[in-house]
């Protein structure tokens, strides 16, 4: 081999390293631009979720990128990715995967909140039968959040095209990158390891606290769903430091009277003052009737929720317990109601009839079941009703001809007694009227019209008043009817929650705590034909939590009731507010963190857990009408 030789040799061998070494560089770049569209992928399911995720709020933006709940949302995300990824064989179709389960996580966020009131959560999806039942009156039209939500999600199909552009073996089988798409979902999972599960994690122990509204665009809506989804397995939480031994003890009334009136409660749909958040000013009363009844005592009841959740209402408002220990779930949906402790089970063993009525489907979260369970002696739903009426174009039957409705009842229980015999009656009627949306009548039919201006939300106060003014009217009928009735009777009305475009009409300078207290509260109303004591609970009501209402009707009727009941009726003075979340409120509106109740509202919770949650350590004489 000649010299010339070995040179062409040497320089066949340089050309091939150069051609090897460029078409390395072509491929690692590449590779490097396909892994960064990847990451970008993910922050961009990130921002999707997120732009449905702030529905609804004034200045708040979503998790910030350089917070540590961003790093936590990212963590589940990029985990959920790789998930798809390794079931889909390809990085651009799982960009395509991701991108539209994504923007449809986003979308239907959007118009849960804005019709519902509330964010999408694994407890809610048990509810899908209800949200079918009464999507009936709702609009649902494309927004600018919409059209935002549209505009990403195109550019993530734009995203997933450059992906099978840069991938330079399109034809590859499922099985031959199954190695790769496995090493890249350990490595998925080592992450949401070290960041969620392992004990240095940022996570908060808790989130889903008082108010979801500051929770979601604070910690994000993956990390808060799968604290939803972890909650599924503990539908009753124990209270910290809970012990038996530790429940309180206290002195039994025994004393009660033999008089047993009829009680009539009313739980009205959205029914709610606006003006405890803003300064309402309107072109008529919206609530001419109620204002001006000097025999109605008023008051308001902080419920549960805001702007959607009403069997969390009645949860509370039947039972005398809180929601804080439920972990948002729909209780009806959950909790086994059979022989537990309610206004109902302390009325029937008092020996009244008990009738619950509700004109729309017993399906909706589970109300037939909750309301069997629960003891109701009748049970009224949908088609039982007769005669409905309704406002204008609206789907939903007045108040009105629900209250026709119960008192046709009423009159055929009372007519059934035999001749001597005396049966106190017990209703219990849950409205519809008001339910949104609240754009269903033409602009013509409202006949209330808020003279200040709330932007977009004007219209629909404009209905939502007009309807409200319609439930003062029914309302003032039905009290009309029962001054005519003589047999003793009491009457009691709150709302469930406010509509959810309350936040929109909110007057921005509230101080947090307070404006989520305004929000809950809702009107709370009493009417009697016996003679109420001029020092009594119900002559001043104030303010309570929706819990409260029961013992302290008892208390004031004295009928007979269980120490659990007696026991809140002594702490209602000092803290008359034990709501869901983390804060409790006392006699003088300060707002507190659970974390540091004294003992008389951490035994409420002892007390509450072991009637719902404790089967082994259940106390019953706790929770038995005396004799």
Same mark, same amino acid.
């Given at each position: 081999?000649?010299?010339r030789?070995?040179?062409?040799i040497?320089?066949?061998?340089?050309?091939?390293?150069?051609?090897?070494?460029?078409?390395?560089?072509?491929?690692?770049?590449?590779?490097?631009?396909?892994?960064?569209?990847?990451?970008?992928?993910?922050y961009?399911c990130?921002?999707?979720?997120e732009t449905?995720?702030?529905?609804?709020? @004034?200045?708040?933006?979503p998790v910030?990128f350089?917070?540590?709940a961003f790093?936590?949302?990212?963590?589940?995300?990029?985990?959920?990715?790789? =998930?798809?990824y390794?079931?889909?064989?390809?990085d651009?179709?799982?960009?395509?995967?991701? !991108?539209?389960?994504?923007?449809?996580?986003? &979308?239907?966020?959007?118009?849960?909140?804005?019709l519902?009131g509330?964010?999408?959560s694994?407890q809610?999806?048990?509810?899908?039968?209800?949200?079918?039942?009464?999507?009936?009156g709702m609009?649902? !039209?494309p927004d600018a +959040?919409?059209?935002?939500i549209?505009?990403l999600?195109?550019?993530?199909?734009?995203?997933?095209m450059g992906?099978y552009?840069?991938? $330079?073996?399109?034809?590859?089988?499922?099985?031959?990158?199954?190695? %790769?798409?496995?090493?890249f979902a350990?490595v998925?999972f080592?992450?949401?390891?070290?960041?969620i599960?392992?004990?240095a994690?940022?996570?908060p122990?808790?989130?889903?606290?008082?108010s979801?509204?500051?929770v979601?665009?604070t910690?994000?809506?993956?990390?808060?769903?799968?604290?939803?989804?972890?909650n599924?397995h503990n539908?009753?939480e124990?209270?910290?430091g809970y012990?038996?031994?530790?429940?309180? +003890?206290?002195? =039994?009334s025994?004393?009660?009277t033999?008089?047993?009136?009829?009680?009539i409660?009313?739980?009205n749909? /959205?029914?709610?003052?606006f003006?405890? $958040?803003?300064?309402?000013?309107?072109? /008529?009363?919206?609530?001419?009737? &109620?204002?001006?009844?000097?025999d109605? %005592?008023?008051?308001y009841?902080?419920?549960?929720n805001?702007?959607?959740?009403t069997?969390? !209402?009645? #949860?509370e408002?039947l039972?005398g317990?809180s929601n804080?220990?439920i972990?948002n779930?729909a209780?009806?949906n959950v909790?086994?109601?059979?022989?537990?402790?309610?206004? $109902?089970?302390?009325?029937?063993e008092?020996?009244?009839?008990?009738? *619950?009525?509700h004109?729309?489907?017993?399906?909706?979260y589970s109300?037939y079941?909750?309301y @069997?369970?629960?003891?109701?002696?009748?049970?009224?739903f949908?088609?039982?009703?007769r005669?409905?009426d309704y406002? *204008?174009?609206?789907? #939903?039957? !007045?108040? @009105?001809s629900?209250y026709?409705n119960?008192?046709?009842?009423y009159?055929?229980?009372?007519?059934?007694q035999a001749?001597?015999?005396?049966v106190?009656?017990?209703? #219990?009627?849950?409205?519809?009227?008001?339910?949104?949306?609240?754009?269903?009548n033409?602009?013509?039919e409202?006949?209330?019209?808020s003279?200040k201006?709330y932007?977009?939300?004007t219209?629909?106060?404009?209905? #939502?008043?007009?309807c409200?003014?319609?439930?003062d009217?029914?309302f003032?009928?039905?009290?009309?009817?029962?001054?005519n009735v003589?047999r003793? $009777?009491? =009457?009691c009305?709150?709302?469930?929650?406010?509509?959810?475009?309350?936040?929109?009409?909110?007057d921005?300078?509230m101080?947090s705590?307070i404006?989520?207290?305004?929000?809950?509260? /809702?009107?709370?109303?009493?009417w009697?034909?016996?003679?109420i004591?001029?020092d009594?609970?119900?002559?001043?009501?104030? +303010?309570v939590?929706t819990?409260? &209402?029961?013992?302290?009707?008892?208390?004031?009727l004295e009928?007979?009731r269980p120490?659990?009941?007696q026991?809140?009726?002594q702490?209602?003075?000092?803290?008359?507010?034990?709501?869901s979340?983390m %804060?409790?409120?006392?006699?003088?509106? /300060?707002v507190?963190?659970y974390?540091?109740?004294?003992i008389?509202?951490?035994?409420?919770f002892?007390?509450?857990?072991?009637?719902i949650?404790?089967?082994?350590g259940?106390?019953p004489?706790?929770?038995?009408?005396?004799?």
């Open positions: 081999m000649t010299s030789d070995i040179s062409l040497a320089k066949r061998k340089v050309r091939n390293a150069t051609f090897d070494l460029k078409r390395l560089l072509k491929i690692s770049w590449r590779r490097v631009v396909r892994f960064l569209i990847s990451l970008l992928q993910v961009l990130f921002l999707l979720i449905g995720n702030v529905t609804l709020f @004034k200045g708040v933006l910030s350089i917070s540590g790093f936590l949302n990212f963590s589940i995300i990029f985990l959920f990715i790789a =998930i798809i390794l079931i889909v064989g390809s651009y179709l799982c960009g395509i995967v991701s !991108t539209t389960v994504s923007s449809l996580i986003a &979308i239907v966020n959007h118009y849960v909140v804005l519902h509330m964010p999408l694994f809610e999806l048990q509810n899908f039968g209800t949200a079918l039942n009464v999507i009936r609009t649902i !039209t +959040t919409f059209f935002k549209m505009g999600f195109f550019f993530g199909l734009f995203l997933s992906l552009v840069l991938n $330079v073996d399109n034809s590859s089988k499922w099985g031959d990158t199954l190695w %790769k798409r496995l090493i350990i998925a080592g992450v949401f390891d070290m960041v599960l392992s004990p994690s940022k996570k122990e808790s989130i889903l606290a008082w979801w509204r500051e979601y665009p910690y994000g809506f993956a990390l808060c769903s799968l604290e939803s989804f972890q599924l539908v009753v124990r209270p910290d012990e038996v031994a530790d429940i309180p +003890t206290l002195n =039994i025994t004393w009660y033999d008089e047993r009136p009829d009680i409660m009313i739980l749909e /959205t029914f709610y003052d003006n405890v $958040v803003t300064q309402l000013e309107t072109d /008529t009363e919206f609530l001419p009737y &109620i204002s001006n009844m000097e109605l %005592k008023k008051g009841a902080v419920v549960p805001f702007g959607g959740g069997n969390a !209402t009645e #949860y408002l039972t317990n804080r220990l972990n779930f209780p009806f909790i086994d109601m059979n022989d537990s402790l309610s206004i $109902v089970s302390v009325l029937n008092l020996g009244y009839e008990t009738t *619950a009525m004109s729309e489907s017993g399906s909706n109300r079941r909750g @069997k369970e629960l003891g109701f002696d009748n049970v009224y949908g088609e039982e009703f005669d409905l406002y *204008a174009d609206r789907v #939903y039957a !007045t108040d @009105k629900l026709d119960m008192i046709k009842k009159e055929s229980s009372v007519a059934q001749q001597g015999e005396y106190s009656q017990f209703m #219990y009627l849950l409205t519809i009227q008001n339910h949104g949306g609240w754009d269903q033409p602009a013509g409202d006949i209330i019209h003279v201006e932007g977009a939300a219209s629909v106060l404009n209905e #939502y008043l007009s409200m003014q319609t439930s009217k029914a003032y009928d039905l009290i009309q009817y029962y001054k003589d003793p $009777v009491v =009457i009305m709150l709302g469930d929650h406010c509509p959810s475009f309350a936040y929109d009409v909110l921005s300078d101080d705590d404006e989520e207290y305004n929000l809950r509260r /809702t009107p709370f109303l009493m009697s034909n016996i003679e004591p001029a009594s609970w119900i002559d001043s009501i104030g +303010t939590s819990n409260y &209402i029961v013992p302290e009707l008892l208390k004031e009928l007979p120490a659990y009941y026991y809140m009726t702490i209602a003075p000092k803290y008359p507010v034990l709501g979340g %804060k409790y409120m006392d006699a003088d509106g /300060t507190h963190l974390d540091e109740a004294p008389d509202v951490t035994g409420y002892y007390m509450e857990y072991n009637n949650g404790d089967r082994q259940n106390v004489d706790l929770f038995r009408v005396p004799r």
